[in-house]
Every structure is written in C-alpha cells, then in structure tokens.
C-alpha cells in the first residue's frame, strides 16, 4: 500500500469519527439543555464546563 | 350571546416530526450531487480522492450544520439564513443572503434539472429509443432540462407542492436504494478483494485536485438550509430541528462514502470494454460515471439507478422551486425587490411574480451553462451564504447569547465556524481551477445585491419589528459639550442618582442627554408600547427637574426589545462619550454579575461608563480607590477626584501587591488619552501586600464612606464568570460604590465584534 493509500484511509476514517463524535456530542448537549431546562448561552456554557 | 363579537383566531399547524424534517434534508442533499459529483470526482482526483472528497466535506458540513442548528434552536421561524443574518447584521446583509439563498436555491434547482435530463437521456439512449430525435445528445439534454424544469414551475404555479410528509417517504427510498450500493460494494470486495487494487492509485492526480472537486461537490450537502426553513411547522422545533440538521449530514456523508467506494470496487480491472485503470474508465464517463460503474455492480442496476435519479432530482427540483420562489417573495412582501414578486394569483393563491423569476434563472442557468458550470455556481453561491451563517452565529451569540433561548448550543464554540469559515472560504477560492463562469458569476451577483439595496430598497423598505425605536425625543438647543448619556431606570432609582450626576456633569462641562428604555416584550404590539412608557417620563422629569437649570438636556424614550442593546445602540447614535448608569447593588439573574444590562453596557460599551450605587445625598470624608495601573484605576481617580472637590473628602489610593513599586499615579494619569485632572493634592497613595486582592479591598472599605471601583482588566472568560476582582468587591461591599470603566477603544471594537 503506497503512503497516499495509508493516509487517504485513515483520513477518511478520521472524517467519519468526527461526525461521530460530533453526533453524539450534540445529542449530550440537547438532552441537558431539555433535562436542565436551560435557556440563555452562558447557562448552558455554564453548565457544559461543570460550572 | 347575540352580542358577542365573533373573533376567528388562527394558530399554526406544528405537524412535521424529526423523521419527516431529516428526510426532508436528506431529499435536498441527494438530489442531484451524488449522481453527477461521482463521476466528475473520480476524473479529477481519483478512487482515493472520490472518498476523501465525501467524507471532509461531511466534516465541513456538520460544522455548519452545527451554526445552522445552534441558529435554528434559537430563532426557529421559517427564513433560515435571511433571518438570521438580518438578527446579525441588519438589513443590508440580510437582503445579500436573503438574494443569494434565491439564486443559490434556483441554481441547485437547474443542476437537479439537468442531473434529470443527463440520466434519462442516457437510459433510453442505451435502449436505442432515441435514434428518431435529429439532435446531439447534448442538445436533447438541454432540451429534457428545459421541459422538466418548465413542467415543475408549472406545478408550483398550479399550487399543488409536494408537501414534507408525502415527500419523506420518496426520500427514504433513494436513501434505502443508496445504502443498498453501498452495502453491494462492499459485500463484493470481500467476496472478490483482488478489486481492492482499484485504489492502487489512491491519488494519482495529486491532493490538490481534492480542493477543486470538494469544491464542486459541496451542493450536496445544501439540507440544512431546507430544514431551517421548516421552523413554523416543526413539532418541538428547539429539540428536533438540530438534530434533524446533524443526522441528515451524517447520514449523507456515511452513504456518499459507501457509494463512493461502491463505484471503485463495482469494475473489474479488465472486464469487457474496461482498458487502462478502473478510475479512468469511471472517469471518462464524467456526469454519467456513476452510473455506468452502478450498471456493472448488480443486475439491473441502470435501470433501478435512472428510477432511483427521477425520484430523487424531480422532488429535489420540485423542492429547490419552492425554496426559490419563496425567498424572492419575501424579498418582494418586504419591498427590498419590487412589489411584483409579491404578487399573489388570484385563482391559484401562489407568488406569480416570483416564481416568473425563479423559473427565468433556473432555466436559464441549466440551458446555457455546461453542467460544471451549473454545480460549481451552485455551491459557489451556497458556500457564500453558509459564510454568512457561520459569522452571524458568532456575532448573534456573542451579542445576544444572554436573550435567546437556546435549544443546542455548538461545542468548541467558536473555533468550529471560524474552522468553517476557513474551509469555506479555500474551498469557493480552488473552485477556480473548476469553472471561471462560477467565479465570474457569484461575485457579479453578490456585488449587484449590494447596489442593489443602496440604489432601490434601502429607501423603499417596508418597516419590519426594528430592535430599537425612538417613541418620543425632545431635543435640546444646539450647543457644544462633553455628550453625556444618563440612563434613567424608574423615579426610584433616578432621584438618587441626580447629585452626583449634576457633579459629574459640571466637571465635564457636559451637556446632558437622558435616556429611558422601554422593555416591549415580542408579544406586545409595537402600537401598545407608548402605554408602557408612563413610569419612564414621570423618572425623566424628576432628574430634568434637577438637571435643567445648568445644563442642555435633551429626553429620549424608547422602546425596545432588550434594554442592554437599546443603551449601547443610543450611545452610537448620539456620539456619547460618558454614560451613567445606577445599581441597586444585586443582580436578579445568577447568570449575571451585576446584572444582564449593566454586565452587558460594561463589556461592549466604547464611550466610559460610570455605575453609581446608593450614592444618593450622602457626605463622603474618605475615598477609597483600589488602584492597578490600568486605564480604568486612572478613570476612577478621575471621578474620585471630581467627587472629592466638591465633598472636600479625602482619596485614598489603594495599591496592592506592586512589590517594585512600578505603579506610578502620575505617570499613569499622563499616559491616558482624553481623560480629565487628578485632584493630587487630595490623593494619598497607600500599598500593600495580600494574598487576596479582593479581601483586602473589601476590608480597606470598612474604614471609608465611598469606594470609586474601576472594572478590571481581567481577560474577558474571566469577567463572564462570577470570578473577577469587580464583582466580588461589588457584591461584597456594602458602602455606597462607583464602579467605572474607561472607553477601551478598538480593545472594545474587537470584543463588540468578536
């Protein structure tokens, strides 16, 4: 396998992941913000940084 | 009974589901990109290459699905990026997005006119049913995409638009029938994985070439868009209309790569008719390689992949039409086009000026420009408009992140648009080496947006909900001073604010302007505001009362939809240079530090603020002024100084933990551009050393009768948290306080922006 083939490969599983994450991400996010009822930006931040 | 007034209320019908709005994503995004991108992807970069292609633009998608969700949750009305950028940037921008998304919609709508056409002509082409036609296939083509085209503007002139639920199920098929090829391809790699040398040049044409075909591949991933305009129908928009952006940017990146690697393995190196590598054979093909690698995978395949394009380019087109038409009628109802793109048919109740327009433009675009030509202006235009997105969902959340009620907020904010914004930007720059005409075409439409608005509807503009609106003014004789703005709350809280403004005043020869806000809720109509603003007239003329005799006053009552941006809003307008605030010493909201207004006056504000607390017709002796060397402790000896004169009181200059003594109050004091004399005669300086700043102010305070506080210099997440030195001595200290900040120039420009 040439180095472009290795690289290509793990990018595009990389990419994939990072959707990933960010899907599961953003399904963490929504349901503190219903479960918390949480309104403004800076609750919400508040609350995603244990503060 | 007989004389109740008969009322007929009207509510919205919320009946689209989180599955019917992904669907409703997904059926834009798989139109037409796919099925023309493949071929095209695979000539310009290779079998590596088509993959990658998929797979970063997904990652630069779900970055601005992420803006367009966060967006969403906050403002779910239809209008998506019109409304946003107008909440943003106000008008002008909003009218360059709103005449964008038209053209953008309009664009895509010919491309899934032409993917149509291209895949049909080529079917019955290979059935040999078009040998009677005396055209050239390009010419059919264009032909096809002319009739379809005209047929669906038809359709939507008749009204009869294919509603999001019938839709869905269209959409879940060609998705279903995706995945399927997906699924094959792989299934035929592990049962034959000789086929996995067709990636043995992974890149043959180098990684730059991935630029140009993310570039002109990026239109199919447009859905978001669609499903932001879906916010008035949405059940339980603030949960389900993000969620439905970030599944449908998943589901179509995972099938895109799947049907992308199904593309490579479906050819067998050397099969009848397959010479040199597969990727060039696929390749060759251009538009319609997809299709021809789909006919050599499974049975039948050209036939169910030409279905499989006439479900999905058809109700994309039919989609893109009524996106389109829509977007030009608002233009249109809010005058910022002219009044005959919002002409209604009488019999068939649908914007026949607008969609004679739309329909111009789609067919247009898709009889005149080579297919390339018409993806790359699409998604040329579409990375334009996902710009403007992704910065006004910096601006909005930084400017009113406080007000909007959020139903997601975006990680890692807010380096994911600005990642966004980048991506973008290299991708709408590389699309040069695709099609000149893209890039001679967008510019030429943004640039007329501009002239556009300066030239016709900046003075034709219908008035919509504005943020802030002058109710009365009663201005003062023209003369010269120091503009002073005076923010009167209530008669309470203005009375004890009246002395030391008066002294303030005086000492800045200030000619005096005072300002009441009117808090009007959304709900209220603006012709019920002046019943509000009864309390704010009785305040302003307690403090006239006192004021007027010494100095030009001038009253201004507004009203607005948030006090905070109403203030800063007048200081802009009216050229302030120092604004006067009270405190009553406690913030109501724990999300605050001294309040939502007064937190957000001192942190974006470019003219000096001054907060009084409980200052009211006190005698001060002793003030203390903690001092660190920055601009706002030499505004704070300033107004210490001011204060002292006129209560003959003593400053006493709090510096704590300079171990070199570097802080100098006079070197200090000069360095300061525009700020006013130091009563040095009354400053004794004072240091000391603590291991908490904080306390050993609050303790120094017990022995004065007035602290005059300046805001510190602490970085700006610092200050956002209830961490910093202003509040823990403004929330600890029970003496009467000042609490200033000094006009921090372009440091403020920078925050108010970013």
Redesign the interface.
């Known amino acids: 396998m040439?180095f472009?083939?290795v690289l290509?490969?793990i990018?595009?599983f990389l990419?994939?992941g990072?959707?990933?994450f960010?899907?599961f991400?953003?399904?963490r996010?929504?349901k503190l913000?219903?479960q918390k009822d949480?309104?403004?930006?800076?609750?919400?931040?508040?609350k995603?940084n244990g503060? | 009974m007989a004389n109740k007034p008969l009322t007929i209320e009207s509510e919205l019908s919320r009946d689209l589901s989180l599955f019917h709005i992904t669907m409703m994503g997904l059926g834009m995004m798989i139109g037409a990109g796919v099925f023309l991108g493949i071929g095209n992807a695979i000539a310009h970069a290779g079998p590596?290459?088509v993959?990658?292609t998929f797979?970063?633009n997904?990652?630069i998608a779900?970055c601005t699905a992420?803006s367009y969700?966060e967006l969403s949750s906050a403002i779910p009305r239809a209008g998506g990026a019109y409304n946003f950028a107008r909440l943003a940037f106000g008008r002008g921008p909003s009218f360059t997005a709103g005449w964008m998304e038209w053209f953008a919609s309009s664009v895509a709508g010919s491309l899934y006119a032409v993917t149509f056409s291209i895949y049909v002509v080529r079917y019955f082409q290979g059935l040999q049913l078009l040998n009677w036609v005396p055209l050239s296939i390009y010419t059919t083509e264009k032909a096809v995409a002319f009739l379809v085209a005209a047929l669906f503007l038809y359709i939507n002139y008749r009204g009869a638009s294919e509603t999001g639920k019938v839709g869905a199920f269209f959409t879940l098929g060609q998705t279903i029938f995706l995945i399927f090829i997906g699924l094959i391809g792989i299934a035929t790699a592990i049962i034959d994985p000789s086929r996995l040398q067709n990636?043995?040049h992974?890149?043959p044409l180098g990684?730059d070439k991935l630029l140009v075909t993310m570039g002109f591949t990026y239109v199919a991933f447009e859905g978001y868009e669609v499903i932001a305009q879906a916010g008035d129908e949405t059940i339980d928009p603030?949960?389900n209309l993000?969620?439905a952006m970030?599944?449908s940017?998943?589901i179509v990146?995972?099938t895109y790569?799947a049907v992308s690697f199904a593309s490579i393995v479906a050819v067998k190196v050397g099969s009848p008719g397959v010479e040199g590598p597969v990727w060039e054979w696929i390749g060759q093909f251009k538009e319609r390689g997809f299709g021809e690698a789909v006919s050599r995978l499974m049975p039948a395949g050209n036939f169910f992949l030409t279905l499989a394009v006439i479900f999905a380019s058809v109700s994309a087109l039919n989609a893109t039409i009524y996106s389109a038409t829509r977007a030009s009628y608002a233009l249109g109802r809010d005058r910022l086009l002219p009044k005959f793109f919002s002409k209604i048919s009488k019999k068939q109740r649908t914007p026949y000026g607008a969609l004679l327009f739309t329909g111009i433009l789609v067919i247009g675009v898709a009889v005149l420009l080579p297919t390339m030509d018409v993806a790359s202006s699409a998604s040329i235009m579409f990375l334009f408009l996902f710009f403007l997105v992704n910065i006004s969902v910096i601006r909005i959340?930084i400017n009113m992140?406080?007000?909007?009620?959020?139903?997601?907020?975006?990680?890692f904010f807010p380096w994911i648009p600005l990642l966004a914004i980048l991506c973008q930007a290299i991708l709408a720059v590389w699309l040069v080496h695709m099609s000149l005409i893209a890039w001679v075409i967008a510019p030429i439409w943004v640039i007329s947006s501009i002239l556009i608005f300066h030239f016709y509807s900046k003075k034709r503009a219908l008035p919509t909900r504005e943020e802030v609106q002058v109710i009365e003014e009663e201005a003062a004789p023209e003369g010269e001073g120091y503009p002073i703005m005076v923010a009167v709350a209530n008669p309470e809280n203005a009375i004890p604010m009246v002395r030391s403004t008066y002294y303030i005043s005086e000492a800045k020869k200030g000619r005096v302007n005072l300002l009441h806000m009117v808090p009007v809720p959304e709900q209220v109509p603006l012709s019920d505001a002046k019943d509000l603003i009864l309390e704010g007239k009785e305040a302003i003329i307690e403090v006239m009362l006192h004021l007027c005799i010494k100095f030009p006053i001038t009253t201004t009552i507004r009203y607005c939809r948030n006090v905070a941006r109403g203030i800063l809003s007048a200081v802009k307008e009216k050229k302030i240079e120092m604004m006067i605030m009270g405190w009553e010493g406690k913030s109501h909201r724990h999300?605050?530090s001294l309040g939502s207004t007064l937190d957000y006056v001192l942190e974006r504000a470019h003219c000096n603020v001054v907060v009084l607390k409980d200052l009211g017709d006190k005698k001060f002796k002793n003030i203390l002024v903690p001092v660190g060397g920055g601009p706002n402790s030499c505004f704070a000896l300033e107004m210490a100084s001011i204060l002292g004169e006129k209560h003959d009181a003593e400053i006493n200059a709090l510096i704590i933990n300079d171990e070199k003594a570097k802080i100098d109050i006079r070197k200090a004091s000069l360095a300061r551009k525009n700020g006013g004399p130091l009563a040095f005669d009354r400053i004794q300086v004072k240091r000391q050393m603590s291991p908490s700043v904080s306390e050993a102010i609050l303790e120094e305070s017990e022995h004065h009768d007035l602290v005059v506080l300046g805001a510190t210099q602490d970085p700006l997440i610092r200050q956002?948290?209830r961490d910093s030195i202003t509040y823990k001595v403004a929330t600890g200290c029970d003496k009467p306080m000042v609490i200033v900040k000094a006009s921090a120039g372009f440091k403020s420009w920078i925050r108010r922006w970013l």
Do not use: C
């Open positions: 040439s472009d083939a290509g490969t990018l595009v990419s994939l990072i959707l990933l960010f899907l991400r953003s399904k996010i929504i913000i219903h949480l309104h403004s930006a800076r609750e919400i931040q508040n995603l503060k | 590596g290459g993959m990658l797979a970063l997904g990652v779900i992420m969700a990636f043995s992974f890149m990684w603030k949960r993000p969620k970030i599944y940017v998943v990146t995972i790569v959340r992140g406080d007000e909007l009620d959020y139903g997601f907020l975006m990680p999300a605050f956002l948290t």
